[in-house]
Structure formats: C-alpha cells, structure tokens
Nanobody
C-alpha cells in the first residue's frame, strides 16, 4: 500500500516558476509509475507528466512539454514537478498518483493511488 501527499502549491504570477513535491509512504514506491495530474474548475482531470519506476523514461502533455519537468528520488520516496514559464491556464489542483508496474503510461482512470492535491493559482 502507498500513501501520497503533495506539497508546494501556491499563488504565482505568469512567467514564474514553482516546484511541487509528492511524498510517498508505505511500501512499493520504487515499483510504481508516478504521475502528475491536474484539474481546473469545471474541467476534466488530465495527465500532466509521467515517469517510469527507475526514472529513465518520462512523458508529458503537449501543453507542458517544454516547460515542466518530472523527476523522482526513489531513495527518498519522492516525485517532483518543476514548472517554469507558468501561464494562467496552468491554474488547477495538481495531484500526484501512482500505478504499480513498469509498462504503459499514466492515465486518469488507470492509477492505483492518489494524493489529495495541492492548488496552484497563476495570475495573469
């Protein structure tokens, strides 16, 4: 079993940077694909970034490909999302999620564990 807690969400202005952290506890963190998702008010939850268990492979939504970076530290059971050049449309609750296994990528309906989310607000 795995528990996930996000931190780092805050209010920033367009163009600024922010780092979100996901802290895992329990068992099996390093055996999970980790993902970051976001959900804006009235919108569907969407995948932002995904990273495989050993951190060698990553995948990003087209809207953040050149601006966000996902990483993980399996020794510390953490996953991070570094966000740069933030835009107002990045405003959302950001969620950390995990899926056991080493095949495929993150999907909103396919994750096994979810954090409660952390709010990021980007002012124009």
């Amino acid at each position: 079993q795995l528990q996930l807690v996000e931190s780092g969400g805050t209010s920033v202005q367009s163009g600024e940077s922010l780092r979100l952290t996901c802290a895992g506890s329990g068992s099996g963190f390093k055996e999970n694909i980790m993902g970051w998702f976001r959900q804006a008010p009235g919108k569907e939850r969407e995948v932002v970034a995904c990273i495989n268990p050993n951190g060698a492979l990553t995948n990003y939504a087209a809207s953040v490909e050149d601006r966000f970076t996902i990483s993980r530290d399996n020794d510390k059971n953490t996953a991070s999302l570094e966000m740069t050049s933030l835009k107002s449309e990045d405003t959302a609750v950001y969620y950390c999620a995990a899926r056991a296994g080493d095949r495929g990528w993150c999907t909103t309906g396919g994750m096994n564990y979810w954090g409660k989310g952390t709010l990021v607000t980007v002012s124009p």
